[in-house]
């Protein structure tokens, strides 16, 4: 069993900032309303998330590290209906599988657990106070030392795992985000009411000034964008975000439909900035695609793509008036 969670960590579990991910992932469905995120090491070292959601009560703590025990899916028609960030009940199995795991929980008004799992197997469990969830993550791929060397550098991986919070914390707004770094506070946002006002927070104002707002669409599918000016363009992608149902992912050809709608206007080598919030129902969405959910299928692409496209020609048409 514990070889099987491993096997799976290699897909979960890529690096720490995929760990950041899912634990993120998780006090998002716990609907927390502040996570925290402390990192020693880049991640090598410990990934700490906190968060004041509901909180598991003991048996819940236990069952959370099995895998496939996943408290979002009861039936089939929820796996092809899905309203929450996980659904899959693999991510804690299989973290926990190649780390020294640390739980803390509890549930309104019960007494809190404390558990510790090293390398998959629980070694205690006892009462402690706690208010929602703290999951310590250390020494992650202490024993499995081929996927320990292939991580990169210090400053490569505290890269992604800021990139990571980042798009977390652009598409749920409404959630404060506290991020440290080797004790060095590196995002700090409180509840916000809208996306481009928690645009605002991370890039500044003058960033958010040069955005150009734009909606469409009906009840199945609705996009919310942001782009940049096309005096604003960059040399790097690195302002491009994809979201959807507020699951921040990537998706070549929806980026492609706003590449498309600059048309010749954009020079070989430069790249917009854009935001896109795609809402769309559940059902014409495939987010199980793999294991990480980073990639979707569409029931059908071109209506997302002509969406996407119209949505961008608008934009720059208004804002060029
Ligand atoms: P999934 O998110 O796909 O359900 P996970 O392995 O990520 O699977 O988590 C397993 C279960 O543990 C969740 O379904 C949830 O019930 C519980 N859980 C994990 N993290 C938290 C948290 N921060 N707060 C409350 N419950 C949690
Ligand atoms: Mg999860």
Same mark, same amino acid.
């Given at each position: 069993?514990?070889?099987?969670?491993? *096997?799976?960590? =290699?897909?979960? $579990?890529?690096?720490?900032? /995929?760990?950041?991910?899912?634990?993120?992932?998780?006090?998002?469905?716990?609907?927390?309303?502040?996570?925290?995120?402390?990192?020693?090491?880049?991640? @090598?070292?410990?990934?700490?998330?906190?968060?004041? =959601?509901?909180?598991?009560?003991?048996?819940?703590?236990?069952?959370?590290?099995?895998?496939?025990?996943? /408290?979002?899916?009861?039936?089939?028609?929820?796996?092809?209906?899905?309203?929450?960030?996980?659904?899959?009940?693999?991510?804690?199995?299989?973290?926990?599988?190649?780390?020294? $795991?640390?739980?803390?929980?509890?549930?309104?008004?019960?007494? =809190?657990?404390?558990?510790?799992?090293?390398? =998959?197997?629980?070694?205690?469990?006892?009462?402690?106070?706690?208010?929602?969830?703290?999951?310590?993550?250390?020494?992650? +791929?202490?024993?499995?030392?081929?996927?320990?060397?292939?991580?990169?550098?210090?400053?490569?991986?505290?890269?992604? *795992?800021?990139?990571? $919070?980042?798009?977390?914390?652009?598409?749920?707004?409404?959630?404060?985000?506290?991020?440290?770094?080797?004790?060095?506070?590196?995002?700090?946002?409180?509840?916000?009411? /809208?996306?481009?006002?928690?645009?605002?927070?991370?890039?500044?104002?003058?960033?958010?000034?040069?955005?150009?707002?734009?909606?469409?669409?009906?009840?199945?599918?609705?996009?919310?964008? +942001?782009?940049? @000016?096309?005096?604003?363009?960059?040399?790097?992608?690195?302002?491009? +975000?994809? +979201?959807?149902?507020?699951?921040?992912?990537?998706?070549?050809?929806?980026?492609?439909?706003?590449?498309?709608?600059?048309?010749?206007?954009?020079? @070989?080598?430069?790249?917009?900035?854009?935001?896109?919030?795609?809402?769309?129902?559940?059902?014409?969405?495939?987010?199980?695609?793999?294991?990480?959910?980073?990639?979707?299928?569409?029931?059908?692409?071109?209506?997302?793509?002509?969406? $996407?496209?119209?949505?961008?020609?608008?934009?720059?048409?208004?804002?060029?008036?």
């Amino acid at each position: 069993l514990n070889l099987r969670n491993k *096997i799976a960590a =290699g897909e979960v $579990v890529e690096r720490p900032a /995929s760990v950041v991910k899912e634990l993120v992932e998780n006090s998002i469905d716990a609907m927390a309303s502040r996570i925290e995120i402390d990192i020693l090491k880049a991640g @090598k070292r410990l990934i700490r998330v906190s968060d004041n =959601g509901i909180g598991m009560d003991r048996q819940d703590a236990i069952v959370a590290f099995e895998r496939y025990a996943t /408290s979002k899916i009861k039936d089939e028609h929820d796996l092809f209906n899905i309203k929450t960030m996980g659904f899959r009940g693999e991510a804690l199995s299989s973290i926990a599988s190649v780390s020294k $795991v640390r739980l803390i929980t509890s549930q309104k008004s019960e007494i =809190g657990t404390c558990m510790e799992i090293i390398g =998959g197997n629980v070694k205690e469990i006892k009462d402690c106070s706690a208010i929602g969830t703290s999951i310590e993550i250390r020494d992650l +791929f202490f024993n499995t030392p081929a996927r320990r060397k292939f991580l990169k550098s210090d400053s490569t991986e505290n890269y992604h *795992i800021i990139d990571t $919070v980042t798009c977390e914390a652009i598409s749920h707004h409404h959630i404060g985000f506290v991020l440290t770094i080797d004790n060095n506070c590196v995002l700090n946002l409180s509840p916000s009411s /809208s996306h481009i006002e928690r645009i605002l927070q991370i890039f500044g104002k003058d960033f958010a000034s040069e955005l150009i707002d734009i909606e469409s669409g009906d009840e199945q599918i609705y996009i919310k964008l +942001f782009l940049g @000016k096309i005096t604003n363009l960059r040399n790097n992608k690195n302002n491009q +975000f994809l +979201f959807i149902n507020n699951r921040p992912v990537k998706d070549p050809s929806t980026t492609y439909a706003v590449y498309k709608a600059y048309e010749e206007l954009i020079p @070989k080598g430069k790249h917009p900035v854009f935001f896109i919030f795609i809402t769309i129902d559940p059902v014409l969405v495939d987010f199980n695609v793999h294991p990480t959910k980073r990639e979707v299928r569409f029931e059908d692409k071109n209506r997302v793509f002509n969406l $996407v496209y119209r949505a961008a020609k608008e934009a720059l048409k208004n804002g060029s008036l």
